[in-house]
């Protein structure tokens, strides 16, 4: 589904206005290095950024592999300079710094993975479209996501940086389509990621598709957080918007939650490797950065902290 987002109104000229515009100034926390390569599936540049523990650089670590969280994304991660306008970023350095001080979790990379700019990023992270609000579309390239993270992805980060090749320290993550995405590529491949993240993901794509497909699954990932408001759709806007598709923001934020309710179900009886399953259904939580990042931590205390050290 394609969420409304707040509406944030900017000014067309500062200087009509006597103000200056002030360069914005980074937030982000720690170690975070940025790297681009040319991706032959998707047809344009694409921007990784690492994010390194403090202790990375040590020489007594120099052979040590961390866990690995690879994050959709990626400029909404770090720093609110890069962050989807409007939209305040997740603060995945600042939460991972954290954890990791408190010993909650061990050292481990966070890697944001750029997202395309405007429609590209639907495009390229659907895999069906929604019925309700874009059948209208072309169809979504999201199927070949698996293959990008397997053959261009995951090697050109592997030979630069000691990331896990261990399934079970390696995760995907995402917010929205983004979450979708996450939970579609581990399931597709297992072999390369046994820990997802998911935050509201957007489940009304192909008509609930994703439900079908883990009604009767063989392998799911070892560990999954998935967090959803109980509120999705509270913007001013949502009346305007769903009164077209005959559906009230009611019916649609209750269908939402009990979509994720049957995911988690769905996950927890998988016939080989039954996973642990972290559903969180927050009270008064809207689809936006601000309630995602409230519950990112505890996700990945989740998710890393009982996943074990590197290997």
């Known amino acids: 589904m394609r969420i409304i987002l707040p509406v944030v109104l900017a000014l067309s000229s500062l200087a009509s206005f006597g103000l200056t515009e002030q360069p914005c100034k980074a937030t982000v ?119 990008f993270f397997g053959t261009e992805l995951i090697p050109y980060v592997s030979a630069r940086y000691r990331v896990s090749d261990d399934a079970g320290h390696t995760g995907i993550g995402g917010t929205s389509v983004g979450g979708f995405a996450a939970l579609y590529v581990a399931l597709i491949r297992p072999d390369l990621f046994g820990l997802v993240l998911a935050e509201s993901p957007d489940l009304w794509l192909g008509n609930g598709q994703i439900l079908r497909d883990t009604t009767f699954l063989l392998r799911a990932p070892d560990r999954i957080a998935i967090g959803v408001g109980k509120s999705e759709y509270a913007f001013p806007q949502s009346k305007e918007y769903f009164e077209p598709l005959r559906v009230t923001e009611r019916d649609a934020e209750a269908a939402t939650v009990k979509m994720d309710q049957i995911l988690a179900s769905n996950l927890k009886r998988a016939f080989i490797r039954r996973p642990a399953v972290k559903l969180v259904i927050e009270p008064g939580a809207n689809h936006s950065s601000l309630y995602w990042s409230r519950r990112i931590p505890a996700a990945i ?7 074990g050290t590197a290997r």
């Open 29 to 147: 926390v720690g170690n975070l290095r940025i790297e681009q390569f040319q991706s032959t599936i998707f047809d344009r540049m694409i921007t990784v950024r690492i994010w390194l523990p403090a202790e990375y650089t040590d020489v007594s670590q120099a052979t040590r592999k961390y866990p690995t969280l690879y994050m959709l994304d990626g400029q909404n991660a770090f720093d609110q300079c890069t962050a989807f306008k409007g939209e305040p970023e997740l603060r995945l350095d600042e939460t991972v710094t954290r954890l990791i001080a408190e010993r909650k979790i061990p050292p481990m990379i966070v890697v944001g993975v750029d997202s395309a700019h405007g429609e590209g990023r639907d495009y390229e992270y659907e895999v069906w479209k929604d019925p309700l609000t874009d059948a209208n579309a072309k169809e979504p390239d999201g199927k070949e996501l698996p293959f």
């Open 301 to 307: 205390k989740f998710l890393y902290g009982e996943s």
